[in-house]
C-alpha cells in the first residue's frame, strides 16, 4: 500500500521492531537511540526530516523512522506490543484505550490539527455532502474515516445509516472513484492528492467545518513512559528543529518528505495546508489538564460512543506535558 515511487522501508521492519519499543522491547542498543514508525500523512513526516538531515543526531538522539503501509498497521503493532511510541490520531488513541485499558496511551505531543486535511471527496456531479444520502461511500473502517463521514453527514441533518458505507482501503480510494465503484470517499493526503490527480472528484467536505476536533499526537505506552523519559525530550527538540528546518530551507524540506509520500512537491505543500502545527512553547497550553487536546479526545470518544465503536466506560488517553517541559529547559 506504499504510493508508488516512494522509497520503501519496510524491509527494515522485522529488524527494527523489536527496538521500536526501547526497554519495552527489551533491547539493548545504546540509551539514547529511539525509533518512530511512520506511515503516510504529512504531519508524521517530521521525524523522518530529522532523521534524513541529521538534526536528531544534533540533538543528541539517535532516531530511525520504520515505515508502516498505512495507519492502522501501527495501531496494530502497538497493540501487538511491537511499540512503546507511535504517531497516532486522537480517534485511534481512543480506541486503542477502548481495547486495551492497561495500555491506554500516554500523548506527549500535539503533532498538528487538521485544519482541511481530512476530507470526503465525491464523483463528479455530487457537490454537496446531502447529495450522498443513499450513496456509496468508501471508508476504510478501522480509521479516522467513519468520524469525518460522520461529523460531516451530522452537519447536514444526515448520519452513516443514510448512505452505503463500503469498507475499503485508502491506496485504492482514488481508483475506486475513478471508475465509479464508489460515489465518495473519506480520505486524507497523500490519498487525497492522488485523488486529486484523476480530475474526476472534488472536495465536499474537511476538516476545516470541524475545528479543534481532530488531532495528531505523539503517544508512549504509559508501561514504558518512566524508561523513555531521557529519551523523549532531545526526540522532542529534534521534532521541533525538523519545523525549524523546514522553514529554513523549505526546497529541500519538502523534497525530502515529498519523496516518501510519492507527491511532488507541490502536491506535498497543498496538502500542509491542511495541517496546522504547533511549536515546543505552544505545547503546553495544549496539553494542560483542561485543555485544547483533552476536550478534543472527549469530544471523540463521545462520537465513538455514539456510532458504538468503544465502550462509554473506556478509559481515556492521558496526557502528559513533562517531557515538552523538559524539552524546553
Given at each position: 500500500?506504499?504510493?508508488?515511487?516512494?522509497?520503501?522501508?519496510?524491509?527494515?521492519?522485522?529488524?527494527?521492531?523489536?527496538?521500536?519499543g526501547l526497554v519495552a522491547a527489551g533491547c539493548?542498543?545504546?540509551?539514547?537511540?529511539?525509533?518512530?514508525?511512520?506511515?503516510?500523512?504529512?504531519?508524521?513526516?517530521?521525524?523522518?526530516?530529522?532523521?534524513?538531515?541529521?538534526?536528531?543526531?544534533?540533538?543528541?538522539?539517535?532516531?530511525?523512522?520504520?515505515?508502516?503501509?498505512?495507519?492502522?498497521?501501527?495501531?496494530?503493532?502497538?497493540?501487538?506490543?511491537?511499540?512503546?511510541?507511535?504517531?497516532?490520531?486522537?480517534?485511534?488513541?481512543?480506541?486503542?484505550?477502548?481495547?486495551?485499558?492497561?495500555?491506554?496511551?500516554?500523548?506527549?505531543?500535539?503533532?498538528?490539527?487538521?485544519?482541511?486535511?481530512?476530507?470526503?471527496?465525491?464523483?463528479?456531479?455530487?457537490?454537496?455532502?446531502?447529495?450522498?444520502?443513499?450513496?456509496?461511500?468508501?471508508?476504510?473502517?478501522?480509521?479516522?474515516?467513519?468520524?469525518?463521514?460522520?461529523?460531516?453527514?451530522?452537519?447536514?441533518?444526515?448520519?452513516?445509516?443514510?448512505?452505503?458505507?463500503?469498507?475499503?482501503?485508502?491506496?485504492?480510494?482514488?481508483?475506486?472513484?475513478?471508475?465509479?465503484?464508489?460515489?465518495?470517499?473519506?480520505?486524507?493526503?497523500?490519498?487525497?492528492?492522488?485523488?486529486?490527480?484523476?480530475?474526476?472528484?472534488?472536495?465536499?467536505?474537511?476538516?476545516?467545518?470541524?475545528?479543534?476536533?481532530?488531532?495528531?499526537?505523539?503517544?508512549?505506552?504509559?508501561?514504558?513512559?518512566?524508561?523513555?523519559?531521557?529519551?523523549?525530550?532531545?526526540?522532542?527538540?529534534?521534532?521541533?528543529?525538523?519545523?525549524?528546518?523546514?522553514?529554513?530551507?523549505?526546497?529541500?524540506?519538502?523534497?525530502?518528505?515529498?519523496?516518501?509520500?510519492?507527491?511532488?512537491?507541490?502536491?506535498?505543500?497543498?496538502?500542509?495546508?491542511?495541517?496546522?502545527?504547533?511549536?515546543?512553547?505552544?505545547?503546553?497550553?495544549?496539553?494542560?489538564?483542561?485543555?485544547?487536546?483533552?476536550?478534543?479526545l472527549r469530544r471523540v470518544r463521545r462520537v465513538?460512543?455514539?456510532?458504538?465503536?468503544?465502550?462509554?466506560?473506556?478509559?481515556?488517553?492521558?496526557?502528559?506535558?513533562?517531557?515538552?517541559?523538559?524539552?524546553?529547559?
Amino acid at each position: 500500500m506504499v504510493a508508488v515511487g516512494m522509497p520503501s522501508r519496510r524491509a527494515l521492519a522485522p529488524l527494527a521492531l523489536g527496538c521500536l519499543g526501547l526497554v519495552a522491547a527489551g533491547c539493548s542498543r545504546t540509551p539514547d537511540h529511539v525509533s518512530v514508525p511512520v506511515s503516510n500523512w504529512p504531519g508524521y513526516e517530521y521525524f523522518y526530516l530529522a532523521e534524513q538531515a541529521g538534526l536528531a543526531r544534533e540533538q543528541g538522539v539517535s532516531l530511525s523512522t520504520v515505515e508502516f503501509a498505512d495507519p492502522q498497521a501501527i495501531v496494530h503493532a502497538y497493540l501487538r506490543g511491537d511499540l512503546a511510541i507511535a504517531q497516532l490520531t486522537t480517534v485511534e488513541a481512543v480506541d486503542i484505550c477502548a481495547r486495551v485499558p492497561d495500555r491506554c496511551p500516554v500523548v506527549v505531543l500535539v503533532l498538528d490539527e487538521s485544519v482541511g486535511g481530512d476530507q470526503v471527496m465525491a464523483r463528479q456531479g455530487i457537490t454537496a455532502i446531502e447529495q450522498l444520502r443513499g450513496k456509496r461511500v468508501g471508508v476504510t473502517l478501522s480509521t479516522l474515516g467513519p468520524y469525518v463521514l460522520s461529523r460531516a453527514l451530522e452537519l447536514q441533518g444526515l448520519s452513516l445509516g443514510d448512505v452505503q458505507l463500503h469498507n475499503i482501503t485508502l491506496d485504492s480510494m482514488p481508483a475506486a472513484l475513478a471508475r465509479g465503484s464508489v460515489d465518495a470517499v473519506a480520505v486524507y493526503p497523500p490519498y487525497s492528492e492522488y485523488a486529486s490527480r484523476q480530475g474526476n472528484a472534488s472536495t465536499v467536505f474537511d476538516s476545516r467545518s470541524i475545528p479543534g476536533e481532530i488531532f495528531d499526537v505523539l503517544v508512549v505506552d504509559p508501561q514504558a513512559l518512566e524508561q523513555q523519559k531521557d529519551v523523549l525530550p532531545p526526540l522532542l527538540r529534534a521534532w521541533q528543529a525538523a519545523h525549524d528546518f523546514r522553514r529554513r530551507e523549505p526546497r529541500r524540506a519538502v523534497e525530502l518528505m515529498a519523496r516518501r509520500e510519492g507527491l511532488r512537491p507541490a502536491e506535498f505543500i497543498h496538502a500542509e495546508r491542511g495541517l496546522r502545527y504547533f511549536s515546543l512553547r505552544e505545547q503546553r497550553a495544549m496539553l494542560q489538564a483542561e485543555g485544547p487536546l483533552v476536550r478534543a479526545l472527549r469530544r471523540v470518544r463521545r462520537v465513538q460512543n455514539q456510532l458504538k465503536l468503544v465502550s462509554p466506560v473506556a478509559p481515556m488517553p492521558r496526557v502528559s506535558d513533562a517531557a515538552v517541559v523538559e524539552a524546553l529547559r
